[in-house]
């Protein structure tokens, strides 16, 4: 059997994270693998409940869901976290923690971003409404090096989607 | 293959949950299961770091390992864990949580515990030197009816050691 990875999806809020995410678990399962998807409720509930977004607060969030991913991906279960997770430092502590790892940056510039705004939040991170909002009041450090880099802003989904499954192939 | 279970360690502090649950995992580690042990150091780093004894901190501790659980165990690895755990409210939400869970209550009486005292803590607790120590200044709410119950106060390691096993049995 071959080793599972984990799949560490980077990039702002509403850089396309969580959907092209979902889509890649689908599409393990769908191949047969175990697969656990690190986002949304279930992991604030469980995991991060209280957490702010102060520095600190985020590099617990990181941590906690780095030491979840390398529990499940050593026992070949692929775990895929899709947290903002803006620090170079603590995706590193992550990538080094769990050996079998993918960095996928998930870019798109803020003008676009905000452009966009689904959830009306740069409108108001930009107006001071929010502090501590990444790529606005707080920092975004964009991978260097990650192994995948898809854009939500020169690419369509599919094309992200298909880039990511490329990669992932000679694992599979 | 058969389904994993989430082991639940249950006790006072010094009762044998770390020793027990040690031995467990490297029986259940030859008979060529996947095991996750959940105790020490790096649960306290990597997961729970920063929590105090207070009832909150301490709900959050197991709701953080039972989550963990909860996701090793459906991807068939047996997680172990051998925190205190010392609410049945938080226990409950464990069990309910996780599904196929096993609690086994390691029972050891506040007066022999006291009597052993091998790290000096229930010394300290009893003086007023350590606040929120549990079975001392801080409840034990001991389990109903766990599945298991074993007790290093009227058995030795070996006899409770057999007898966890024996349960898990039909499970191996």
Not at 24 to 50: H, I, P, Q
Not at 91 to 104: C, L, T, W
Not at 140 to 163: L, M, R
Request: glycine share 6%; hydrophobic share 40%.
């Amino acid at each position: 059997m071959k080793k599972a990875f984990t799949l560490w999806f980077t990039g702002m809020s509403g850089a396309g994270k969580s959907t092209l995410s979902e889509r890649v678990a689908a599409e393990l399962r769908r191949r047969g693998k175990a697969v656990e998807l690190l986002d949304g409720d279930e992991v604030r509930t469980n995991l991060n409940v209280g957490l702010t977004f102060s520095k600190e607060d985020r590099d617990l969030n990181v941590r906690r869901i780095a030491y979840v991913c390398h529990l499940l991906t050593r026992n070949n279960v692929w775990a895929l976290s899709a947290a903002i997770s803006p620090y170079r430092e603590m995706r590193d502590h992550a990538r080094k923690q769990i050996g079998s790892f993918i960095e996928i940056y998930v870019e798109c510039s803020l003008e676009k971003l905000a452009e966009r705004d689904v959830k009306g939040l740069y409108k108001k991170a930009m107006a001071g409404e929010i502090k501590n909002f990444t790529g606005v009041s707080d920092p975004y450090e964009a991978p260097v090096n990650p192994e995948i880099k898809v854009s939500s802003q020169t690419q369509t989904p599919d094309e992200s989607f298909a880039a990511i499954m490329k990669h992932l192939e000679p694992h599979l």
